[in-house]
């Protein structure tokens, strides 16, 4: 992926850039927002990241700008700002996520690959095929090797995310928020006894699991090889 | 309010009101001691002068002088106290307003004592005479003396008035000095009112000043001015806590991301290294999380979070929660149910807020209720709003403990080897009193029952219920009774 950094803490960017080339990207970097903008305006980029504090500007001022171009590249926005409304204010602005600092980077990455996702699943599709699991979006109905799964409500519409994301890590925190639409860490383990109620139900009595942990990130579910 | 009868200041009353009664009643003594001494020597200067005038009689006109003026002074037209008696050697009455010589004897000081018979008929009943008496030449016996009625009469009524001046006297202290004490009293309770606000946690209370210049309002404007300070400092050490999060939050940021980068290449790195990484990063968010809940609960005390508050449901936001959290419940072998009537619950609030709030409660139920345990979510409605019930089979929370829990960091004895960091509850108040509603611990015999009580966003349409409260309310209408698992099958 092609990513656009507009962030102004050095020493921040220079760790995203490291990682963000770890992991397979290239990773332009804009330290202020007339530089950002004039970047995000002139080449063609897979996701940007934005940092909503820079100096004399307003990260969601990008965003905006690039928005009324008609540029429609998926936008993360980074800040320091915590609330949900700050969240509110920069999806309205046209933002596509929303991360608040300080930030693992590994939900960063995985934010990342599921905004690039966003237009390959696309949302109106009635089902969804991962292997040999089906999921009928409008019967509500899954089936792995033709067998039914009896699913919960809320078991089905963790699987239905993972399902959007297939192959890529799913967070914790994006689960939260995408299956319950909750914007804080429960200190319990909620998710992890979530996925595991999951897995019982599409991986048990199949010789290779569907569902993975990815260690100090989140889950993954993949299509058996 | 204090009890009127035991306040120091009615103690004080009385003690000035006994004091005050003997002053008056020895300034009364005096007074009636005086008046009757006084009325004595008059009567007896009355029968001196009588004495002079009739001994004058007899040495100018004789015995038939003296009769004549004794018969002219005694008759009763005169309607005189005074006595007389004439007689003669064989104490045969002469003249006198006295039918016979009285039957007493004459004391020391030559005075003698005796009870009035009636005369002429009229009645005279009780009166009592003091007279004197002399021997004339030629064996006549001539007595004079005063009537006492008149005397007795005027001790009587002076005693009757003495003893209604003290009366009343007493009666009027009394008044006074419960009026006095009650006013004081007030004053004593507006000041301790306003002290248990500040004790219960309303730091911005302040102990009404009247503006006279009074003791009292000296006394309260030391008080606030005292509080004044606490507040400040308070504020001051708050501050720097909020400080100290934002600071330390971004540096520690920082210290994550290296940690994480170092750890993003794992095939380089031996596995101990790996671990203490590992480690390092879940103390990093540990602290982090720690420092965000402090900030939230800052940000929410201060009522300047930036919450948007729209219309919500609460027994859905309720049901979302239930559904979240209870496979956790269920593996830890806790029941974990909800019980509401039938909507809508609708409330003004942050939908986010309100459910980390409750996700906080929730949290804590499961943390510290002992496998196999129950815990109870149940809806219901109260004067004016909704009343959240979350109890738990716990170990509960002993009432000294009830209000301390609420305090940032507060963890109790038993609390301290589980994980946490003793921000759930502050949070969870904060935010709650956020949206204008309250938190109350209370017993579940046994655990702990924590009650939200939240105001609704209109008047909840009037149930029968409503008017006898929630034991009823759980007694007759709950019919819903869900868990939510089979709710949304």
Redesign the interface.
């Known amino acids: 992926m092609k990513l656009l950094l507009i962030e102004d803490d050095r020493?921040?960017a220079a760790?995203?850039v490291?990682?963000l080339r770890?992991?397979g990207h290239t990773t332009d970097h804009a330290a202020d927002g007339r530089e950002g903008l004039f970047l995000a305006t002139t080449e063609h980029y897979d996701v940007m990241i934005i940092d909503r504090m820079l100096p004399g500007m307003d990260g969601l001022a990008i965003v905006s700008a690039v928005r009324v171009g008609g540029n429609t590249t998926p936008v993360l926005i980074l800040s320091?700002l915590?609330?949900?409304?700050?969240r509110?204010r920069g999806l309205k602005a046209g933002g596509d996520d929303y991360l608040t600092?300080?930030?693992?980077?590994?939900e960063l990455l995985a934010r990342l690959e599921a905004l690039t996702r966003r237009g390959v699943a696309p949302q109106a599709t009635t089902k969804l095929r991962v292997g040999d699991l089906e999921i009928d979006l409008l019967a509500r109905s899954v089936t792995r090797h033709g067998r039914d799964i009896e699913l919960?409500?809320?078991e089905f519409r963790l699987l239905e995310v993972l399902a959007r994301h297939v192959g890529h890590v799913v967070t914790r925190t994006m689960l939260l928020e995408q299956v319950?639409d909750?914007?804080?860490?429960?200190?319990?383990?909620?998710i992890d006894?979530?996925i595991s109620?999951l897995r019982q139900k599409i991986d048990k009595g199949f010789e290779q699991p569907m569902l993975h942990t990815v260690r100090?990130a989140g889950y993954c579910l993949k299509p058996v090889d | 309010m204090i009890d009127l009868f035991r306040s120091t200041t009615f103690r004080l009353a009385l003690i000035y009101l006994g004091l005050f009664g003997v002053s008056v009643m020895a300034v009364l003594g005096f007074v009636y001691y005086q008046t009757v001494i006084y009325a004595d020597q008059q009567t007896d200067e009355t029968i001196d002068a009588e004495i002079t005038g009739l001994a004058e009689q007899w040495r100018q006109r004789g015995l038939a002088g003296l009769v004549a003026v004794i018969a002219e002074r005694s008759s009763t037209e005169r309607g005189s106290n005074m006595l007389y008696l004439l007689t003669d050697s064989h104490q045969r009455p002469l003249a006198g307003n006295l039918d016979h010589w009285p039957d007493a004897t004459i004391g020391p000081d030559g005075w003698m004592r005796f009870p009035l018979q009636p005369i002429g008929g009229q009645p005279n009943r009780g009166h009592i005479a003091r007279a004197t008496s002399f021997l004339l030449a030629g064996g006549y016996q001539l007595l004079v003396g005063r009537d006492l009625w008149e005397r007795s009469q005027f001790r009587q009524r002076m005693v009757t008035a003495l003893g209604w001046s003290v009366g009343l006297t007493l009666l009027l202290g009394l008044t006074g000095g419960l009026i006095m004490s009650r006013r004081l009293l007030a004053r004593l309770d507006a000041i301790n009112r306003a002290s248990d606000q500040v004790t219960a946690g309303e730091l911005g209370r302040r102990i009404p000043v009247r503006g006279s210049g009074d003791e009292f309002d000296r006394l309260a404007q030391t008080l606030n001015s005292m509080l004044d300070r606490i507040e400040h400092l308070m504020a001051g050490i708050r501050q720097v806590s909020d400080n100290i999060a934002h600071d330390l939050r971004s540096p520690l940021g920082r210290l994550r991301s290296r940690l994480e980068m170092a750890m993003r290449t794992p095939d380089r790195l031996p596995a101990p290294y790996r671990d203490v990484l590992q480690e390092s990063i879940a103390d990093a968010d540990q602290l982090l999380a720690t420092f965000n809940a402090l900030l939230d609960i800052a940000e929410a005390e201060a009522g300047s979070l930036r919450a948007e508050m729209a219309p919500l449901d609460l027994a859905d936001l309720l049901h979302g929660l239930v559904d979240l959290y209870e496979p956790v419940a269920d593996e830890k072998q806790i029941s974990l149910s909800i019980a509401t009537l039938n909507g809508p619950f609708p409330v003004r609030g942050n939908r986010h807020l309100l459910s980390r709030a409750m996700a906080n409660l929730l949290e804590n139920a499961l943390k510290y209720t002992p496998a196999p345990g129950r815990i109870t979510v149940t809806l219901g409605v109260t004067r004016g709003g909704f009343s959240v019930t979350i109890a738990d089979t716990g170990p509960g929370i002993p009432e000294s403990a009830r209000q301390i829990v609420f305090d940032r960091f507060v963890r109790l004895e038993h609390s301290r080897t589980s994980p946490g960091n003793g921000l759930g509850l502050s949070l969870a108040r904060a935010v709650i009193q956020l949206h204008g509603g309250s938190i109350l611990l209370e017993d579940n015999e046994p655990g702990l029952r924590v009650v939200v009580s939240l105001p609704a966003a209109e008047p909840p349409a009037p149930l029968p219920v409503e008017e006898h409260g929630m034991g009823q309310l759980r007694g007759t209408n709950l019919t819903v009774a869900l868990d939510s698992a089979s709710r949304r099958q």
Do not use: I
Not at chain 1, 82 to 86: A, L, Q, S, W
């Open positions: 020493e921040a760790f995203m490291k990682g770890e992991s320091a915590d609330g949900v409304d700050e509110v600092k300080p930030y693992a980077f590994s919960l409500p809320r319950w909750y914007h804080f860490d429960p200190q319990t383990n909620v006894v979530h109620r100090g």
